[in-house]
Each structure stands twice: as C-alpha cells, then as structure tokens.
C-alpha cells in the first residue's frame, strides 16, 4: 500500500512506480488519501499498462517455471496452481491482470466453496511469481496485484493426538495394517516430527549411529534427529540391513488413512498424516522442551512457525498470574 499513517495522525501518499512520476502528499483524513491514490494511479497508469510486453499469464508461468519453479521442493503444486489460474482468469496479458479483476476472482473462487486459507496459498504462489519475475529482469512492470491484502484468518489451535489416541492409533495399525511399513513410518513421525514423506522415503544410509537424517525436506536442509536406541534396533531389524540407497519402507500412507478409520480418532477436515507431526511438536512442549530445540528438529526456517506451539509450555506467560492488577 502506498498510503501510510504518520507520527502526527495524517496520511501520507507516496507513490514511486517506474513509468509514473514521483509523489508525496499529506491528508488529514485516510479516505482522501485513498481517493488521492486511485485518481493519481488512473491518471498516469495508462502508459505503464499498455506495455509493449504482450505475453500472456500462462506464458509467464511457463517462463517462472524453468527460471525458478523446477527447483522448488513443491514445483508440481505450484506449476498447477499458476496455470489453473492462468486458465480460470482467462488467461489475460499478464502485464494487464488489475487488482479489481483479481479480487473478482477471488470472490467467485470463495462463493464457489474454497475455503480462504486454499486461496491464500494460490494468491501467494502468483504475487511471488510476479516479484521474482521482476527481480530476474524478465518482466519490467510492477506485480499488478502487488497491493492486494491476504485474507485475515482466524488463527486455530493446532490439533494434535492425546497419549490414549496415539496407543489406540498404533494399535489398530499393528492389528489391521498388512503393509508392515505403516507402523514403522508411523512411529517415526510420532518419535521425530518428521512430515510423512521425509519418512517413508528414508533410504538405509539415512539411519546411522542411533539417528536419522533427513534429507530432501521441504527447506532443502538436511537435519538430524536421535532416536531410542531400543526403537531404532528394531528399525535396523526390520530394514533387513540393506544397501545404503535403497529404500527403507515401501508406500504406505492409503494403509494409514484406513487405520485411522477403523478407530474412532477424528481428525479435523483436511487433516491426515500431518496430526503426528503436530503430535510430537505439542507433546514436545507439554513435557517441557525448548522452542528453539524444536524449530532445529521441525526444520523450521522461521521461528514464528514453531512458535505455534508455544501457548502449549507449561510455564507459558505465567507472569499473567502475578502480575495482573488484582493478583
């Protein structure tokens, strides 16, 4: 945005775009300020948008694709997403997409029963396309929808699994699965906070001396992680003590969503495998770990991801207690 609060209670106007002549102005109320901005951006946005650029929103996803999207961990989500857009959009010369025209979409998309964190991650994937378009010299306009805010969402309490339901979990997976893998996998999860793919594509080299390093994770950092030397014995049993890139597990997930069906567990919608990801990180804190000890386990690159946790330690903001005005 380009309008600003100031120190003295007005509101600023600063606009500096390539293609637009430089501006500052001051208002004392914030609605003229924004009328300010839209008349003087309509005023002078007409040479800017007729770029001699005339490639198409598909085009460009195309080029994201083999200048940066192919190295991403998620290349595949994202590629989708930009052209499913692409294509519901109408596919417009991508230097011409509006910010009106992408909050129309967004309206359909909504009404149309995506729920705002889904649109959110897609809203998300096309701003970073744009930004890292501009910033390879590819394109030489601004991101169109640059200015267009995120949905607020009202932040949840992470679900995670009691001690009951993991043991009923496990239980129903060493009964019922046919497909050994599951328990195995499983137990990795529980044990490490490892997101189910990281486990059930372990190849035998990654388990050595007691500990498990994971690799081609979503941070494209490996991190290592102790297990019980009882738990990982039994691992190494299992494994058959195979050559060092062969795979430890086969696939197994479809056999994990039936066992969690066959129990009584209910998960919230959307959520599968990741419960026992946030099982161990809430667990984790319950017993009285260390928050930074946890994002270097989750391999977190940010510590106000992990910090999701945090409300779950026994010693959280307990300060509120004996300090509060009528303590």
């Known amino acids: 945005m380009t309008v600003k609060p100031t120190q003295s209670g007005k509101w600023r106007v600063e606009i500096d775009r390539k293609g637009i002549p430089r501006t500052r102005k001051t208002f004392t109320v914030k609605s003229e300020a924004e009328l300010y901005e839209r008349q003087y951006l309509s005023k002078h946005q007409v040479s800017q948008t007729l770029s001699t650029d005339q490639r198409t929103l598909k085009e460009l996803v195309e080029l994201w694709y083999t200048y940066h999207g192919i190295n991403l961990a998620n290349k595949e989500r994202c590629h989708a997403s930009l052209l499913d857009m692409a294509r519901e959009l ?10 009106e025209q992408f909050v129309k979409y967004r309206f359909s998309k909504l009404q149309a029963g995506l ?15 744009y930004n890292k378009l501009r910033k390879l010299k590819v394109i030489d306009y601004e991101n169109p929808i640059g200015d267009v805010d995120f949905i607020k ?22 009964t019922g699965c046919d497909n050994k893998s599951t328990y195995y996998v499983t137990q990795i999860c529980l044990r490490t ?42 691992l190494l049993e299992f494994s058959g003590y195979k050559n060092p890139d062969d795979r ?80």
């Open 90 to 99: 109408g596919n417009p010369q991508a230097s011409l997409l509006s910010s």
């Open 115 to 129: 729920n705002e964190k889904t649109f959110n991650n897609k809203h998300g994937y096309l701003s970073a396309m």
């Open 153 to 174: 969402i009202q932040q949840r309490q992470l679900s995670y699994l009691s001690v009951n339901q993991i043991n009923t979990l496990l239980e129903a997976i060493k």
């Open 193 to 234: 906070g490892a997101r189910w793919g990281e486990a059930e594509q372990l190849t035998f080299k990654q388990l050595h001396d007691k500990r498990i390093t994971y690799e081609f994770t979503k941070s494209k950092k490996t991190r290592t992680v102790p297990l019980d030397p009882t738990f990982y014995k039994q």
């Open 248 to 327: 430890v597990f086969t696939n197994c997930i479809g056999a994990f969503r039936r066992a969690v069906k066959r129990t009584d567990i209910e998960l919230q919608k959307g959520q599968s495998t990741h419960i026992l990801r946030h099982s161990f990180a809430s667990h984790f804190i319950m017993n009285g770990g260390n928050i930074l000890t946890l994002q270097k386990i989750l391999g977190h690159a940010d510590i106000t991801m992990t910090m999701k946790y945090a409300h779950l330690s026994p010693d959280h903001l307990q300060d509120a207690i004996k300090l509060n005005p009528i303590a």
